[in-house]
């Protein structure tokens, strides 16, 4: 717990931060605006965090914004931090950090394919990876309906029970 | 020489799973090669925002169908934070003998699969009969064979079956007498040896550079780097084990580790079972009300656990209705399965390419989801 | 398929017919999740070699073509494409509720629901997924009904080409993949 | 490398002689293995428990359950006529329908091969038998920890036990808000209820409301069937939560308790709104209702928002009939008649107090008057018991009785006269509230109390519902059970010194009904003052000889269509005690089933 003291500590000194979180014991979130996301994971790199656990977003439709969720792990202190971003959902533009973490690559591609998040500096990111032929939404996306395409294109199987049997007497 | 294109699965006995890497070879060597993923997908993280915080966990263990059990328990850890519950005692060990069963069987499998690339066919027919016993054990406890869901929010969905312990422990007596006879078989085949010993390196710093972790984790950084040791879940911290852990990482050191670590969720699961308490109660509800309307308390946390191939880790977000609003899934070999195969698959032979996929630890679906 | 049309097999199909039945090479394809209760099925524990099967690595030399659960669209191309590279008669087996009627991932945007409107099946399991006995038994289902010449589905196939192939691109846009990989 | 012995190829010898791990062929094809005590096989469904309620589809992760009607089953109270069939086409065996199933009918069994090239055979309806008509052994099946239903009622919070018998304060205080969302999670939205319910109220719809915090909405769903929710939701003979699911295996939803949350906690301005807004368009129609109770508040309710101009006639001084000078003011607080009533003159109903139907306006001038008329009269005149002395001027009745109390409580009578020893006779619910309320009165007045509480039936047996009994006992009425007054006792001076009677015994006979038999055996229970409350009967005196000869009256009950209207009188609708016999929430429905004919009738005459 000391550790983590002296970690929100140290990133509160250096950063602003909009807001600092503690879910568990090992785990910190901190939200930062986009301006100063690459220097808080340089910073945390260069801090014990060398590995990028996940990277990914999520939908908050009726904020119309997308959240991009950092996780970076230190291995000695065993602490997890989750950096969170907000991007404007209709200008879902932001910059790569593969030069930060070189892991992030096909992460940027995995939130690029499902919510059409574009990473500026990542060429790779813009190619199809896990869908092929896709033609519609990003999938992951929150007005993204999927059963209303999988009945579209995957037609369902038409029952016809025959064998319901008649109850002769029940009270 | 000519450069020709050859495709390494979906449907290639060596590719565990459909899986397929898209390769540039001149004579045997691989100069470029692509991950191509995605024959699994099935939109997980999209169906699960679509059930209930139950419901989904029929749907968890599916995402990876060689070790489904750290899928339930990141899920119900989760949960468990979000909505601030303690789970009882004995669940905490119960849980850890399932999590330890399943990285047995998941173990046995990759190390009766290794025969395959290899070339000995011997390991795999043993290996996978050898993992069908403790499928049996997992039938009693939890009522099915392969997909569990038995780890669940707030507990274990049943208690432990009468007797069970004697069978377990019978069970263990039986592997740990097997692998000498695994190591004689497969480790000090010569076979295996040419082709493993200082093939297939994995460096310190490739192993930051992709965020690889588990068993190519410990073995590159020289360091115990195992979730269970860093931040322990369930009852770890109350349990003796140590994890092998070296500064030079080949194909061989690779699975060698994982007879290690074989024998080291035998010790932990004999001191569960010495260790928890005989009885009590398994479950503690998650929230009040029938299944259909349990809701979570809205929040973001993430969880992880260490599974047989690294950290596998589950990013919860829930906006306190019924059902999940967004779970994103750290599948553990997505590093080296998608970035792995790219940059680093390349300058091997091509019959290293499956052994590559092997020791790596790639695993297709949890990187699909 | 008709199922109770009478047999209308020549005496050398019957007597090929039964040879096919005892000797059947089964495509290793692992394609969805029942894919894990096929090495315990092909191994020792049950050994469907009793049965006189065994796996075989290529399209070309082999007879069953197992779809062991879902499909995604990007398998099913590949599935699509292996399929018709196999040589006639060649037999499907559908494994567990993903087949029948997309299983668990009905609403996916990614999986199919249902196989047999892409691929002529000859024989369902149930389960989620079949225990390798289910197998085992089905495989013996599917001897027995090569050896009377009831699994006809790529006859089915070659007669109603056209409707599978408008199924197949109804879902699938293209059933050959063009990537760069494919030029 | 460390080089192997020459003779480590040996080591191979010891295989042979291992015993094989293949599973013998037999025990595959022809008896495949028995699958384990917890195994998720095929499912099973004990067709004798289901009660067809759909809460296994309703879990399903996979969409594979669907109920079919089944041709034969009869829809009752707490069953529906279907049961769960099942798509394995779709099932993911995860047993989630098995753990929440509320009448413990579905179960898996060790069954697990199904083979067949025809897909819809995959597509089943589990019984007892298995898919494929062999019996299994049950396997999985639910358990207290894989349990997913909440069985257990949420407490609502009452007022002390301590002196409640001395006031007429409210008992129930009422849900909070997180006992309330708590209570509300535990339905199911299977809706057995809502075909129990006499009035067919949305009850899932109004519960899921209270869940998700929207009491507006809930108000909304309330008004769309029933216009006295704040009675209703304090008194209501609640048949739905006898029929409710989770009543099969724990305690039913407390759907009377959550219709009462909505009422007490909307805000007041969203409650007119839910009454008011229905109210729309005008139509050139006048009806014309006899009697302010239930029935005639809810049919006048409803005619408004039909858009008919409705006016109600009362005999009494203020409109609500039994509500407001029947149920004693610590079950019905005057407030709650007050917001239902208030909400139906709102909504422009118009009340003609202290005018009798008969005696100021005869029924023939409302026939002109009027387009319809509904009459709702209820029963008002006591019945008295056939025993000795029962016409001593002493014996008191309990509608005059209750009406006085309710008039004191309200303040706007004096405290009813009562003498010190009562005898309070009767078994149903309204000889409690006389009871409880004498008991009340008592203790207020003279700081101590001495009711006297005769029934022939024992305390199980009783007609009145459980929680009467057992709050009267603990608020200090003497119970005499088992007795079957005979005479009224008086001395020499004529006036009442007890009542004399004979002990009973219910017992119950071959075809399980209870009957009771009295024998010779006398008892004295001494007390200077008898109040029988054995039930009521209807007034009929307003209707013209003529028309009386002409209707159908069978018991007490007038005889009317399936939408209330009087057979041979189209232009008379009846509904309420004198057709159902009473019972709050069956009039409600009658007023509002009386509403939609009268409005069909109107219409056709157009």
């Excluded at chain 4, 069994?109 to 090239?117: G, L, R």
Aim: aromatic share 10%.
């Amino acid at each position: 717990m000391n550790s983590m003291n002296k970690l929100v500590e140290e990133l509160k000194g250096r950063f602003t931060l909009l807001e600092v979180l503690l879910p568990d014991q090992q785990q910190l979130i901190v939200d930062i605006d986009q301006m100063h996301l690459h220097a808080l994971l340089s910073h945390l790199k260069a801090t014990g965090f060398r590995q990028l656990s996940l990277l990914t977003a999520v939908d908050w439709i009726e904020e119309n914004t997308f959240q991009l969720v950092y996780i970076v792990f230190n291995w000695d202190t065993g602490i997890h931090v989750l950096v969170r971003t907000k991007l404007p959902r209709d200008k879902a533009v932001f910059r790569t950090i593969t030069g930060i973490y070189p892991g992030a690559q096909y992460y940027e591609r995995d939130v690029h394919e499902f919510f059409g998040v574009a990473f500026e500096g990542n060429v790779m990111s813009f190619k199809p990876l896990f869908l092929e032929l896709w033609d519609e939404l990003p999938p992951m996306r929150k007005d993204f309906d999927p059963e209303a395409y999988s009945r579209e294109k995957f037609p369902e199987r038409p029952y016809v029970p025959q064998f319901v049997p008649k109850v002769e007497v029940v009270e | 020489m000519k450069e020709v294109k050859l495709f390494l699965g979906p449907q290639h006995p060596g590719m565990h799973g459909n899986y397929s890497a898209h390769m540039y070879v001149e004579g045997d060597m691989i100069n470029k090669s692509y991950a191509l993923p995605g024959m699994l997908h099935r939109g997980f993280e999209k169906l699960m925002e679509r059930r209930h915080w139950m419901g989904n966990l029929a749907l968890i263990p599916r995402i990876c169908v060689i070790e489904p059990d750290p899928n339930e328990m990141v899920y119900a850890m989760s949960i468990e934070k979000l909505a601030g519950i303690e789970v009882p005692e004995r669940a905490h060990w119960i849980r850890m003998i399932i999590l330890e069963l399943a990285r047995l069987a998941a173990n046995l499998m990759a190390i009766g699969g290794i025969g395959a690339p290899v070339g000995l066919y011997t390991s795999v027919y043993w290996g996978v009969a050898d993992r069908d016993l403790v499928l049996d054990i997992f039938e009693k406890i939890t009522g099915a064979r392969v997909y569990h869901m038995y780890i669940v929010p707030g507990g274990v969905r049943k208690d432990l079956p009468e007797g069970i312990e004697e069978e377990i422990l019978g069970l263990l007596d039986y592997i740990e007498a097997r692998l000498p006879e695994f190591y004689d078989l497969v480790m000090r085949s010569p076979i295996f040896q040419t082709r493993t010993r200082d093939n297939i390196l994995l460096p310190e710093e490739v192993v930051w550079e992709l965020g690889v972790t588990g068993i190519g984790m410990r073995s590159a950084v020289n360091k115990e780097y195992d979730i269970r040791k860093v931040k322990p879940y369930a009852r770890y911290d109350q349990v003796a084990f140590s994890l092998p852990y070296g500064p030079y990482s080949d194909a061989f050191t690779r699975v060698d580790f994982k007879y290690v670590e074989m024998a080291q969720s035998i010790s932990i699961i004999r001191q569960s079972i010495e260790k928890m308490p005989k009885e009590g109660p398994v479950r503690a509800r998650i929230a009040t009300g029938s299944a259909l309307r349990w809701r979570v308390p809205p929040g973001m946390v993430y969880s992880c656990v260490e599974s047989a191939r690294g950290e596998y880790g589950y990013l919860v977000v829930s906006d306190g209705r019924e059902m999940p609003y967004r779970i994103a899934v750290r599948g553990s070999s997505y590093p080296q399965g998608l970035l792995g195969v790219e940059k680093y698959l390349p300058g091997h032979r091509i019959d290293d390419a499956s052994l590559w996929m092997d020791t790596m630890g790639v695993c297709a679906p949890e990187i699909d989801r | 398929m008709t199922t109770n049309s009478k047999d209308m097999r020549k005496t050398w199909e019957k007597i090929a017919d039964y040879f096919r039945a005892h000797s059947i090479w089964m495509k290793w394809y692992c394609t969805g999740c029942g894919a894990i209760e096929m090495p315990p099925t092909m191994t020792s524990r049950f050994d469907m070699e009793q049965l006189g099967m065994g796996p075989m690595a290529t399209p070309r030399q082999a007879d069953v073509l197992l779809i062991t659960g879902y499909l995604s669209a990007k398998t099913l191309r590949r599935v699509i494409y292996s399929y018709e590279q196999m040589q006639d008669p060649k037999y499907v087996v559908g494994f567990g509720s993903c087949t029948l009627n997309g299983g668990i991932y009905f609403d996916s945007y990614a999986t199919m629901t249902r196989l047999d409107h892409y691929l002529p099946v000859d024989l369902y399991i149930a389960g989620c997924m079949p225990r390798p006995e289910a197998i085992m038994n089905a495989f013996d289902t599917l001897i027995k009904m090569i050896e009377k010449g009831e699994a006809k589905g790529w006859r089915h196939y070659q007669e109603n080409h056209d409707w599978y192939r408008k199924n197949q691109l109804h879902s699938l846009k293209e059933v050959y993949v063009k990537d760069e990989f494919h030029e | 490398m460390k080089n192997k012995s020459m003779f480590s190829p040996l080591k191979a010898w010891k295989y042979l002689v291992k015993e094989p791990v293949t599973i013998p062929k037999k025990m595959v094809f022809d008896e495949p293995r028995e699958a384990s005590d917890n195994y998720r096989g095929f499912h099973v469904n004990d067709w004798d428990k289901c009660v067809g309620c759909g809460t296994c589809g309703e879990i399903c992760p996979t969409n594979a359950i669907t109920m079919l009607p089944i041709e034969g089953l009869v829809e009752s109270d707490g069953h529906k006529p279907e049961r769960p069939a099942i798509d394995y086409g779709r099932c993911s065996f995860c047993a989630l329908c098995v753990d929440i199933c509320t009448s413990d009918s579905l179960a898996m069994s060790k069954e697990y091969i199904h083979i067949s090239k025809d897909a819809d055979t995959f597509y089943f309806l589990p019984d007892s038998k298995g898919i494929h008509q062999v019996e299994f052994d049950i396997a999985y099946n639910r358990d207290e920890v894989s349990e997913l239903l909440d069985l257990n009622r949420y407490e609502i919070e009452e007022i002390p036990h301590e002196g409640r018998n001395q006031s007429f304060m409210e008992l129930i205080k009422g849900y909070s808000k997180e006992m309330a969302l708590a209570e509300a999670s535990r339905c199911v939205e299977c809706g057995v209820c809502t075909f129990t319910c006499p009035a067919h109220m949305n009850i899932p719809e109004y519960i899921r409301s209270v869940w998700q915090g929207d009491l507006k909405e809930g108000a909304d769903w309330l008004y769309e069937t029933n216009p006295l929710s704040n009675v209703c939701g304090r008194i209501c003979t609640h048949k739905c939560e006898t029929a409710c699911v989770l009543g099969q295996r724990g305690e039913p939803v407390a759907i009377r308790w959550l219709k009462r949350y909505i009422v007490d906690n909307t805000p007041e301005g969203d409650f007119v709104e839910a009454a008011t807004a229905k109210v729309s368009r005008q139509i050139n129609g006048r009806v014309g209702i006899i009697g302010s109770g239930p029935a005639g508040l809810s049919c006048g309710y409803y005619l408004r928002t039909m858009g008919y101009e409705v006016d109600i006639y009362e005999e009494k001084e203020l409109p609500g009939g039994v509500i407001r000078y029947g149920a004693p003011e610590y079950r019905l607080p005057e407030a709650s008649v007050k917001a239902d009533i208030d909400n139906i003159e709102k909504s422009g109903v118009k009340f003609i107090t202290g005018t009798k139907v008969g005696r100021d306006i005869s029924l023939e001038a409302m026939k002109n008057k009027y387009d319809a008329v509904f009459s709702a009269s209820g029963y008002w005149i006591p019945k008295v018991l056939k025993i000795d002395n029962k016409d001593h001027p002493g014996i008191r009745f309990s509608p005059h009785f209750l009406a006085e109390a309710r008039d004191f409580t309200r303040g706007m009578g004096p405290m009813p006269q009562f003498h010190e020893d009562v005898i309070v006779i009767g078994g149903g619910d309204v000889s409690f509230d006389v009871a409880r309320t004498l008991n009340r009165f008592q203790r207020m007045k003279n700081g101590r109390a001495n009711v006297r509480f005769i029934a022939r039936k024992p305390e199980e047996h009783l007609a009145a519902s459980r929680e009467e009994v057992v709050e009267a006992k603990e608020e200090g009425v003497v119970y005499h059970l088992d007795r079957s007054p005979t005479a009224v006792l008086l001395d020499e001076k004529g006036t009442i010194y007890g009542v004399e009677v004979a002990l009973c015994e219910t017992v119950m006979d071959e075809s399980g009904r209870a009957k009771t038999v009295c024998s010779e055996e006398k008892e004295i229970i001494y007390g200077t003052e008898v109040y029988m409350a054995v039930g009521n009967d209807p007034d009929f005196v307003y209707f013209p000889e003529a028309m009386l000869s002409r209707l159908k009256i069978d018991r007490n009950k007038i005889a009317v269509n399936q939408q209330g209207q009087v057979e041979g009188f189209p232009w008379l609708f009846a509904g309420g005690d004198i057709v159902r016999g009473p019972d709050i929430i069956s009039a409600v429905a009658d007023g509002h089933k009386a509403a939609v004919g009268i409005d069909e009738y109107l219409m056709s005459l157009k």
